[in-house]
């Protein structure tokens, strides 16, 4: 995160279901202080299978709230990194979709690097909109 947190184009906030309140100390830490909590997610309780808790991230709240990181951004211009294709089906060219981390082994497992250098490479050749890049480079977590 202090890698990407350093590139002039990048712009870093942290997306979660849990409550600003409870994010807040491994966030300021991480991204700076920028937050997106369960308050900018929105239902998701449509399919069939959904749980009374499914929710869907709200990109079109994010973009429209005054003062907040994302105000005034739009599909060409934002990456979403989630290990949920179901959260993010509204904007799935947005979606870098990360391996689930599910168990301690996952820590070394290298993914977090590949989505490192992954996301440099988007930062830096990139042009325009952004899906463009994401819909022909994937990460390889397979390295």
């Known amino acids: 995160v202090k ?44 399919r069939e299978d959904a749980k009374d808790w499914d929710t869907m991230r709200d990109l079109d709240r994010i973009w429209s709230t005054q003062g907040k990181l994302g105000f005034g951004f739009n ?27 599910k168990d301690k082994h996952h820590i070394n497992d290298g993914s977090m690097f590949v989505l490192l250098e992954y996301l440099i490479d988007l930062l830096d050749n990139a042009q325009g909109d952004v899906r463009d890049f994401i819909q022909t480079s994937k990460p390889d977590y397979q390295k």
Do not use: Q, W
């Open 3 to 46: 890698e990407l947190r350093k590139h002039p184009r990048c712009e870093l906030a942290f997306y979660t279901s849990m409550r600003e309140s409870n994010a807040i100390p491994a966030v300021k830490h991480m991204t700076g202080g920028a937050v997106y909590d369960r308050d900018y997610n929105k239902a998701d309780n449509v």
């Open 75 to 101: 599909h060409a211009t934002t990456i979403m990194v989630d290990d949920s294709e179901r959260k993010m089906r509204h904007a799935p060219l947005n979606l870098v979709k990360v391996p689930e981390f």
